[in-house]
């Protein structure tokens, strides 16, 4: 069982430079979520999505962020221009959320961005 | 609106003694779901153990078990026989069982100082 993969693990970036951000969760997890920490805000959720649809995007900081769920796969987070205070750890995490109970998320190793 | 809260910023603990992390929560709802996951230094986000409201008997996971006061609102961890490998970030996490989100509440986190 390969876990939630991320990709790029680093990345670097200079402000107004657009970044895309990879997930592919666990297969058969029906459920996905973004999140971002930081040392000031801690962890919080991004967005989520269910059987690739997003339920809850509240906590997009604003429209520079979006995210997409094109199958069951794979997802992306897009920052389009990126700005210094951007910089964080994006979790990606997948849940087998359904009839059966089991809520547990299990995250991806997580991508630490940084806009200069 | 949920809220968790972690009063430790940090704790130590000699190796092979048992440590107990403190959390505290604050909610309306009645069915919901509490997670204590660990962060080591790799920023990996491990899931530790789960507890559900409605089950009384507090979870258990080998060295890991949990203290549940519903009415106080309060979710401890206690590790016994602490290892180095323990050292590392603990973060209690909220989810409500209703609904249609899968969104986790975190706390601000424990670091735990695991001593030779």
């Known amino acids: 069982d390969a876990g939630v993969i991320q990709s790029p693990r680093h990345e670097v970036t200079e402000m107004g430079q657009e970044v895309t951000l990879r997930c592919k969760p666990i297969?058969?997890?029906?459920?996905l979520f973004w999140y971002r920490q930081t040392m000031m805000r801690g962890l919080e959720l991004l967005i989520y999505f269910n059987n690739n649809v997003p339920i809850d995007d509240s906590g997009m900081p604003e429209d520079r962020f979006s995210a997409k769920m094109p199958n069951a796969s794979f997802s992306t987070l897009k920052i389009q221009p990126s700005e210094p205070r951007d910089s964080a750890v994006y979790f990606c995490?997948?849940?087998?959320?359904?009839?059966?109970?089991?809520?547990?998320?299990?995250f991806g190793p997580g991508t630490r961005l940084t806009v200069t | 609106a949920q809220t968790v809260t972690q009063s430790q910023p940090e704790m130590s603990v000699q190796e092979a003694e048992t440590v107990t992390l403190s959390c505290t929560y604050d909610?309306?709802?009645?069915?919901?779901?509490l997670f204590w996951y660990k962060q080591p230094p790799s920023r990996q986000m491990i899931l530790v153990i789960r507890?559900?409201?409605?089950?009384?008997q507090n979870a258990t996971e080998n060295r890991f078990s949990v203290n549940f006061q519903k009415a106080a609102k309060s979710f401890s961890l206690k590790i016994s026989d602490s290892q180095l490998g323990d050292t590392a970030m603990y973060f209690c996490?909220?989810?409500?069982?209703?609904?249609?989100?899968?969104?986790?509440?975190f706390g601000q986190g424990t670091t735990l100082q695991v001593k030779p």
């Open positions: 996490a909220f989810m409500k069982r209703s609904g249609n989100t899968g969104k986790l509440i």
């Open positions: 507890q559900e409201a409605y089950k009384q």
């Open positions: 909610t309306s709802e009645s069915n919901y779901y």
């Open positions: 995490a997948s849940s087998p959320r359904g009839t059966s109970g089991s809520h547990e998320q299990y």
């Open positions: 297969s058969g997890h029906n459920s």
